[in-house]
């Protein structure tokens, strides 16, 4: 329990669906795919552990709710900074889409209403979404 008004740490930011890896998995058997991405079929938990350690890497349980469950042979560590690193590329490349609001009233003169109009073409010429109000009384 982290103290009140206090920053969240690392462990409480990171809450979501962990990976398991090496000794975390808990199954009979799994379907291994070594380092090159070569399938070795299904093996017990025990040689594919045996295996990843004579490798010197990490067996990384990839695919969970398959049956049997599929897991590879590699650098965990190296495997989450690229995760990371792809996932700030696409936070960083999403695109903010971006509503323009013009409002109109009903006595408008025929000078503010050109403009306005104006300005909602230029909006959709710039492939911008464009929300037109139109505002009574009361």
């Not at 792809?86 to 971006?98: F, G, L, T």
């Not at 492939?127 to 505002?135: A, S, W």
């Amino acid at each position: 329990m982290r103290p009140r008004g206090g920053r969240r740490t690392d462990n409480e930011r990171d809450r979501g669906p962990q990976t398991r890896i090496n000794e975390m998995i808990r199954v009979r058997e799994v379907l291994l795919i070594d380092e090159t991405g070569d399938n070795k079929g299904v093996t017990p938990i025990a040689d594919a552990q045996r295996y990843a350690e004579q490798k010197s890497l990490d067996l990384v349980e990839i695919s969970p709710n398959a049956r049997p469950p599929v897991c590879r042979v590699m650098d965990y560590g190296k495997w989450k900074y690229e995760q990371n690193i792809k996932a700030k590329e696409a936070r960083r490349n999403r695109s903010q889409i971006v509503i323009k609001e013009i409002k109109y009233r009903p006595k408008i003169g025929p000078g503010d209403y050109t403009t306005k109009t104006n300005h909602v073409r230029r909006f959709l010429e710039a492939d911008d979404k464009v929300k037109v109000t139109i505002m009574f009384r009361g």
